[in-house]
């Protein structure tokens, strides 16, 4: 069982800036991949970021340049930091955890409570 606590989530204004943290807890972290999916109101979960448990990088077109993920093995932790934040970025943030080849279009096996971010002026 991997249980996944995500950090970091508020309130800010467009262009501000937020850094999201995940910890993972349990056996083989360092052999699943990590990520972040979010949800905005009214809208299905969408696959943000991750990182492979090898340390390739996935950005969806709609964050890159502006969000960048990290992935610390040693401490089983991820996060997201957040630039130049636009209303669209708001939403619930989860941690995602997969034993998958690609998370994003194969499955999550575990998921974070989420965290909240939401901008507004």
């Known amino acids: 069982q991997v249980h996944l606590v995500e950090s970091g989530g508020g309130l800010v204004q467009p262009g501000g800036s937020l850094r999201l943290s995940c910890a993972a807890s349990?056996?083989?972290?360092?052999?699943?991949?990590m990520g972040w999916f979010r949800q905005a109101p009214g809208k299905e979960r969408e696959f943000v970021t991750a990182?492979?448990?090898?340390?390739?990088?996935v950005y969806v077109a709609s964050v890159k340049g502006r969000f960048t993920v990290s992935r610390d093995n040693t401490n089983n932790s991820i996060d997201l930091q957040m630039n130049s934040l636009k209303p669209v970025d708001t939403g619930v943030y989860y941690c995602?955890?997969?034993?998958?080849?690609?998370?994003?279009?194969?499955?999550?096996?575990?998921w974070g409570p989420g965290t909240l971010v939401t901008v507004s002026s």
């Open positions: 349990g056996d083989n972290i360092s052999s699943f991949s």
């Open positions: 990182v492979t448990r090898d340390g390739g990088l």
């Open positions: 995602a955890v997969s034993s998958r080849v690609n998370m994003a279009t194969n499955g999550v096996d575990y």
